[in-house]
Structures are given as C-alpha cells and as structure tokens.
C-alpha cells in the first residue's frame, strides 16, 4: 500500500472513530461481551528500540517547539504555544485528561494529522508511530516486548487508560 494510501486510511479511520461513540472493545459479534479484557498501553505495547527510533524523530521534528525536555513553550510569532507533551502539564492539562480513552490509533493520528506543524503528515507512517511509542514511555507507560505496529485496526484496539 502506498503512503499516501495508509495515511488516509490511518486518519480517516481515527477521525472517524472518534467522531462515533465510543464502541465498546470487548463487544462481540451482535453485541454480545467477550471474555477477553482490551488491551491498554500498560501491557508492553511497544519496545525500547521503538522509543529510541521514535525520540530520535522527536529531535529532528519535535523539539524545535515541543523543547528538548517536552516542556512545550511559545512559538516563534510569541501567539502560539506548544503544549508541554509529557508530565503534569501535558497537552495543558495532563496526557490522561486529554488521552484517556481514546486509542492508540487517535493519539498516532492525531500527531500525524497536525504535525510537524508547518508540514503535517510530511513524516513517514512508522515514524509518526514511533514518536507516539516515545510519547507514551515519556508519560510513564511500559515498553514491552512487540513492537506498537503501524496496522490501524491493531491500533484501534489498544486503550490508552490510567494505570489500575
């Protein structure tokens, strides 16, 4: 599939699952309830190699308005401001204010749909997945053994919830 291609299906589908309800993960066929608990970004859904790939493209894209430390700050025209993107003032508020029940496939989307900011969707598909992976170990969430992989159903399955 071309990159074009997989750009649009990973937006589209993301815009257009958060613009439904929310569906429930563990429903089945016909509505009916699995045993099978969703899965979170608590369970390892991405690796450290990932991480290092991912802040890797943070530096090159990133830090130039998201700081070094992802503190976030004002940009250049001294209006606009980059929002801190890990830690208490995540995203003005915290990353689980604004996360918190959306899926891995809306987080990724939505950072490929608006950044960089000067040039939104111009980085490749598996870079803006690893800047999510490096996004979600910043803000505290575990690598694990699989790779967080680029297939935006796989995406949509995983939950980005508080740690229980």
Known sequence: MKRSTLFVTLVGLAFAGSLSSRADPTAGWAGETSQRPPRTVWSGVFTADQVKR???????????????????GFLDDGVGKAPALAGRRAFDS????????????????????TMPQQKPTSLSIQAYIDVASYLLFKNGMPAGAS??????????????TRQK
């Open 94 to 113: 915290s990353f689980f204010e604004r996360w918190e029940d959306a899926t891995v496939r809306d987080f990724a989307a939505a950072i490929a749909a």
């Open 54 to 72: 991912g802040e890797q493209v943070y530096q090159q894209a990133c830090t130039y308005c998201h700081r070094d430390d992802l503190s976030g």
């Open 147 to 160: 790779e967080l992989p680029i297939d935006v159903e796989a995406l949509g399955e995983i939950l980005i």
